[in-house]
């Protein structure tokens, strides 16, 4: 038990922002990480000996996320009624590294969830590509390419770049 602790332990502020990213809530993130952490530790003996706990907890907290996400979906989003209030929805930002942070944030959102995931444990949370992976049950060139098709929207989002409906094909005879 005690081994187990020193594993997870320095992990949970990882998962934390991790989640945090992935539902834009932080509540809900936290409730996320802790679902995920029972699931860790009451499934600990399932866990493989020679695997590497950092890639079995991001995966756990990604499929966790996943499932939410999509339940989310078919129900519909749900705002209290203290969280919308006119003078908070109202304001503007002051500052403009707000209004970039902002930007940056919108054009992550609109990313497709497979490269939003891949982007976040690469440049985030450090993974290497093939922890990043494991995490996703995908092959490594498959995070590769999510991964490259993920930077360059995401640069042209921000950019201010309309990207294109239809990607424009080449005829190779």
């Known amino acids: 038990m005690h081994d187990m602790m020193l594993l997870i332990e320095p992990l949970i502020p990882r998962l934390r922002r991790y989640a945090r990213v992935l539902l834009r809530d932080s509540a809900a993130a936290d409730d996320l990480v802790q679902d995920c952490l029972e699931r860790a530790i009451s499934r600990w003996h399932q866990r493989r000996a020679d695997g590497d706990a950092r890639t079995w907890l991001f995966t756990i907290l990604h499929n966790l996320a996943m499932n939410r996400i999509r339940q989310t979906a078919r129900r519909g989003a749900h705002v209290p009624v203290e969280d919308a209030s006119p003078a908070a929805i109202a304001r503007a930002p002051d500052q403009e590294s707000r209004i970039h942070q902002r930007d940056v944030m919108q054009a992550l959102d609109r ?30 060139g498959t995070v590769m390419s999510r991964l490259s098709r993920a930077r360059l929207r995401l640069r042209d989002e921000i950019a201010g770049r309309e990207q294109p409906a239809v990607p424009s094909l080449r005829r190779v005879k």
């Open 111 to 140: 990313l497709p969830d497979d490269q939003r995931a891949v982007l976040l444990l690469v440049t985030i949370e450090e993974l290497s590509y093939a922890d990043t992976a494991k995490a996703l049950d995908v092959p490594i």
